[in-house]
């Protein structure tokens, strides 16, 4: 197997990242753990939110930080997936949307990368400091379901977003 690995978006990889949007939006599928790429027009607009959202002087106050990650296979530039680690929680995260969301590119579903690419963010989460991680996903959503589970997640409890969305949520101790 190529090697994959986990790394913060570079100009480098604005046109793997706007072929990954259009992937999506050609899927009708929600961009989990992109930030603001659904809503962004100009990529190198979504690079430098990705950036200001790092650090805390530079998020929104009703936001809270968060590093934009990529998973990519470099041999043959590939953009496998994408995830946010979110550094704390709020009181939406807390019942919703965890520390971590994520997603894989539609050609590349069913083959592990979810599994792996959670488990590679999992040291970066170390580093921040964080004991543990939230992470949740669709009731439906089977595939995440085992991906979470993989990676060490044990069950809390379930809510209901304000759209009426059933999440599940996972906890993994680091």
């Known amino acids: 197997m190529m090697e994959e690995i986990l790394i913060e978006p570079?100009?480098?990889?604005?046109?793997?990242?706007a072929a990954y949007k259009?992937?999506?939006?050609?899927?009708?599928?929600?961009?989990?753990g992109t930030g603001s790429l659904r809503r962004a027009q100009d990529m190198a607009q979504w690079l430098?939110?990705?950036?200001?959202?790092?650090?805390?002087?530079?998020?929104p106050p009703q936001?809270?930080?968060?590093?934009?990650?990529?998973?990519?296979?470099?041999a043959d530039h590939a953009l496998l997936g994408m995830l946010q680690v979110r550094h704390e929680l709020n009181d939406y995260l807390r019942l919703y949307a965890g520390h971590i969301g994520y997603s894989v590119h539609p050609l590349h579903r069913r083959q592990g990368v979810a599994t792996r690419m959670l488990a590679a963010a999992?040291?970066?989460?170390?580093?921040?400091?964080?004991?543990?991680?939230?992470?949740?996903?669709?009731?439906?959503?089977?595939?995440?379901?085992?991906?979470?589970?993989?990676?060490?997640g044990v069950y809390e409890g379930d809510s209901v977003e304000p759209d009426g969305q059933r999440?599940?949520?996972y906890w993994i101790t680091l």
Request: proline share 5%; glycine share 6%.
């Open 122 to 152: 999992l040291p970066y989460c170390r580093q921040l400091g964080l004991e543990r991680v939230m992470v949740t996903c669709n009731v439906e959503n089977e595939g995440s379901r085992r991906t979470i589970l993989h990676n060490g």
């Open 167 to 169: 999440v599940q949520r």
């Open 63 to 74: 936001l809270v930080p968060a590093t934009q990650l990529i998973y990519v296979r470099p």
């Open 10 to 17: 570079t100009e480098e990889w604005l046109p793997e990242a």
């Open 48 to 59: 430098q939110t990705c950036r200001d959202f790092k650090r805390r002087e530079t998020t």
């Open 22 to 32: 259009r992937a999506f939006e050609a899927a009708g599928d929600s961009m989990d």
